[in-house]
């Protein structure tokens, strides 16, 4: 069994800083690689930042240089700075098992003001 705990989320105003964090209790199974997706209204759910267990990171474009994203054992963190409005959306941890199963917290919500 794995089951994820996310923490972090809330409003901040365009500029501001958000850490990110979410930790994976499992049970039967190897954690891999983690990561954080965000879905906005009206959009698809995509790819924040991932990282896995060799250290390998991706980011989406909109987010390069801004967010960072780091690994210790089962807790990922998502650091981001310099939030902008577009940034708002429920922001989602996803683990990826050995063996291959994929799991999802339950969401956490970013608001960005300008």
């Known amino acids: 069994q794995v089951q994820l705990v996310e923490s972090g989320g809330g409003l901040v105003q365009a500029g501001g800083s958000l850490r990110l964090s979410c930790t994976a209790s499992?049970?039967?199974?190897?954690?891999?690689?983690m990561g954080w997706y965000r879905q906005a209204p009206g959009k698809q759910r995509e790819l924040v930042a991932s990282?896995?267990?060799?250290?390998v990171t991706n980011y989406a474009d909109s987010v390069k240089g801004r967010f960072t994203v780091s690994r210790d054992k089962n807790t990922v963190h998502l650091q981001m700075n310099g939030l902008k409005p577009e940034d708002t959306a429920v922001y989602s941890c996803n683990v990826y098992t050995i063996p291959a199963r994929n799991y999802w917290g339950q969401g956490t919500q970013v608001t960005v003001s300008s």
């Open positions: 990282i896995t267990n060799n250290g």
């Open positions: 499992v049970t039967g199974f190897r954690v891999n690689a």
